[in-house]
C-alpha cells in the first residue's frame, strides 16, 4: 500500500461498482492470489478509456483475463484487444473466462498464447500498431518490451504500465533491498527513468493502487 489505507478505501468506496459477472471474477483472482489490477487501478483505466476511445488495444500480461474483460466493457464495440499471456496454468483460466458468455463483450478480446518478447516482434513484423497498451507482466521485464512496445504505440498513443512503484520500494537505497528483489528494483529504476526521459513520451507516474506511469507517445 503507497498511499495511507483509509484514504484508498475511501476513495474505493466513492467508486462505481463493478458489475456482477467481473465482480465475481475479482473475487476468484483475490481469493485465488492471481495479481489482477486493484480498484483504484481500475478507476483509471476506466477513465482514460472513456477519455481516449481506443479502437486497438494491448496488453502484456492475461493472467485469467480480469483486466481484458474489465477494458472489453468499457470500450466502444468497435474496439479490439489482443492480450499476451505465457504461462501455462493462467492460459487454461483465460480461455475458460474469455469465453465466458457472462461475458457478453468477449468476441472483442483476442489470446495470443507465448512469451510476450516473441508475439509482441510477431506483431511488430505484421505491422501492427495500437492506441492503447496496457503493459502488466513480469516487471524486470519491461526495459526488454520497451523497444518493440514503442514500435507498436501509434503516435498520439498511450502506454499505461502498472506495478511500477512496487509497494513503495522503488524509492529505497539499493543498499536496503534484500538481494533477491535488487535486480527487479534497478530494472525498474531503470525502466521508469527512461520512459520519463524519452523525447518521443510525455510521462506521468501516479501512486494509484501498486503505481502506475501513464506515457503518451507524441506525433
Ligand atoms: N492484467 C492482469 C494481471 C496480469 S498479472 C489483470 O489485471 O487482470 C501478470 C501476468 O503476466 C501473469 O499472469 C504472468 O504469467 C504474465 N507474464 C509475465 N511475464 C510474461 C511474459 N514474458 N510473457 C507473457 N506473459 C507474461
Ligand atoms: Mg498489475
Known sequence: MIINERVTDYINFLDKELPENLLYLEKYALDNHVPIIKKETQGVLRFLLQLIKPIRILEVGTAIGFSA?????????????????????????????LSDERFTNRDKITLRQGDAIDVLKELVEDNLNYDFIFLDAAKGQYMTFLPELMKLLAPGGILVTDNVLQDGTVVNSRYSITRRDRTIHSRMREYLYTITHMPELETVILPVGDGIAISLKNH
Open 69 to 97: 474483460l474489465f477494458m472489453s466493457e468499457h470500450t466502444s464495440s468497435a474496439c479490439k484487444i489482443t492480450t499476451i499471456e505465457k504461462v501455462q496454468m493462467r492460459l487454461v483460466e483465460a480461455i475458460k473466462n
